[in-house]
Structure formats: structure tokens, C-alpha cells
Nanobody, 115 residues
């Protein structure tokens, strides 16, 4: 059984910063690609960023230059550092990991950016 546990999001003012983390646990050695998606009210879930086991990141255009994804392979943990937050970043953020060829998702953590 695989479980992804995300840190608590929160409320932050526009221009502020927030760091999310997500730890994968279960009966496996290591996660392959890990990443973050988000879903704003009334919108579809969208990519924020992913990172390979080797550390190669991939960012959505909206995240480039403001967000930074990283991971700790020894702890199967992925991080998302979010800077210069905007109200349009308000969403539920979901962690994802590909483990043994299957995708897994966290429960989601809400992030609200006030103007």
C-alpha cells in the first residue's frame, strides 16, 4: 500500500511564499517521477511541476520563475517552493508520484492567496 502525505497548505498574501512537502511511504524502494498538480475552483486539475529521480524538473508556464521543485530521494519526499504567489495560484495542490509503474495521489492541500 502506497500513501502520499502532503504538508498543510494555508493562507498567504499576494507576493508571499509557501513551501509544500509530500512524503511517499509504503512497500517500495523508490518513487520515479514525483510532482505537483493543482485544481482551482471550477477548473480542471493542471500540472504545476514534476521532477525525475535524477532531479530534472519540468514546470508549467505559470510556475516558471516563481516555483521551484526539489526532492529527497532517500526519504521519497518532494518539495514545492512557491514564491511571488498570486491570487490566481489559489487552488488545492495535489502531490503525485509514479511508483512501480502506477500513479498515486495525495489527498490534496488547499492554498489560498489573498490580494
Amino acid at each position: 500500500q502506497v500513501q502520499l502525505v502532503e504538508s498543510v497548505g494555508g493562507l498567504v498574501q499576494a507576493g508571499g511564499t509557501l513551501r509544500l512537502s509530500c512524503a511517499a511511504s509504503g512497500t517500495f524502494l523508490s518513487a520515479n517521477v514525483m510532482g505537483w498538480y493543482r485544481q482551482a475552483p471550477g477548473k480542471q486539475r493542471e500540472l504545476v511541476a514534476t521532477i525525475t529521480t535524477g532531479g530534472t524538473p519540468n514546470y508549467a508556464e505559470s510556475a516558471k520563475g516563481r516555483f521551484s521543485i526539489s526532492r529527497d530521494n532517500a526519504k521519497n519526499t518532494v518539495f514545492l517552493q512557491m514564491n511571488s504567489l498570486k491570487p490566481e495560484d489559489t487552488a488545492v495542490y495535489y502531490c503525485t508520484a509514479t511508483i512501480l509503474g502506477s500513479p498515486y495521489w495525495g489527498q490534496g492541500t488547499p492554498v489560498t492567496v489573498s490580494s
